[in-house]
């Protein structure tokens, strides 16, 4: 099925471990981001990228770092992994910013 | 920092009732999207409102967006319990700037 890939699935980390979280869509589509969602502070974005070669920063960026590899993919990475970045970590794109989004189905990560 | 509020945060209904689900802020926004997100899901995109006071349906759900397009509003008829889930509006500011709101957790009950 089309849509955005996000792996892996779940995830745990001790303290201080680097991870790469992977996206990759099959749309076509020009944007793309990475968000993280915990329980009652919704969805915050945390770095897009608008289009093949560019990447932004967005609301909460510290301690993340990503890349947009090709149009298709855009991987988010911790390099040292801290308790405060559990959460669950979803993956979206869209065909221009103004676009509604297409979600990958999560990544939910532990930092013990 | 901009807010946009969702109430109620938790709704649980019985099968055939109508719900309305409001989403609010005190900024002007582009426009506003409605998602839906089911456990261990992403979220999916239901409508995008665009006018104010535009008003749209998907079937048994239509979504109004406020006059000054600040605020949007969610009316299920006759819920089913497949419209159990996360309600999330989103208000879009610039070209890649989205406001999430926290929620609205909706439990239709058979």
């Known amino acids: 099925n089309a849509g955005v890939t996000q792996t892996p699935k779940f995830q745990v980390l001790k303290t201080g471990q680097s991870m790469t979280l992977q996206c990759a869509q099959d749309m076509n589509h020009n944007s793309m981001y990475w968000y993280r969602q915990d329980p009652g502070m919704g969805l915050r974005l945390i770095y897009y990228s608008a289009s093949e070669g560019t990447t932004d920063k967005g609301e909460v960026p510290n301690g993340y770092n990503v890349s947009r590899l090709n149009k298709r993919e855009f991987s988010l990475r911790l390099e040292s992994a801290a308790p405060s970045q559990t959460s669950v970590y979803f993956c979206?794109?869209?065909?221009?910013?103004?676009?509604?989004?297409?979600f990958g189905s999560g990544t939910r990560l532990t930092v013990v | 920092t901009q807010l946009l509020e969702q109430s109620p945060q938790f709704l649980s209904i019985q099968e055939g009732e109508n719900l309305t689900v409001y989403c609010n802020s005190s900024?002007?926004?582009?426009?506003l999207q409605w998602y839906r997100q089911e456990p261990g899901e992403g979220p999916v995109l239901l409508v995008t409102?665009?006018?104010?006071?535009e008003v749209k349906k998907l079937k048994r759900l239509t979504f109004q967006f406020g006059d000054a397009r600040k605020d949007s509003s969610l009316h299920i008829t006759a819920a089913q319990p497949g419209d159990t889930g996360l309600y999330l509006c989103?208000?879009?500011?610039?070209?890649?700037?989205?406001?999430f709101g926290t929620g609205t957790r909706l439990k239709v009950l058979a």
């Open positions: 989103a208000g879009v500011t610039g070209t890649y700037k989205y406001i």
């Open positions: 979206a794109s869209s065909p221009y910013g103004l676009y509604g989004y297409t």
């Open positions: 900024s002007v926004f582009s426009s």
């Open positions: 409102v665009v006018t104010g006071g």
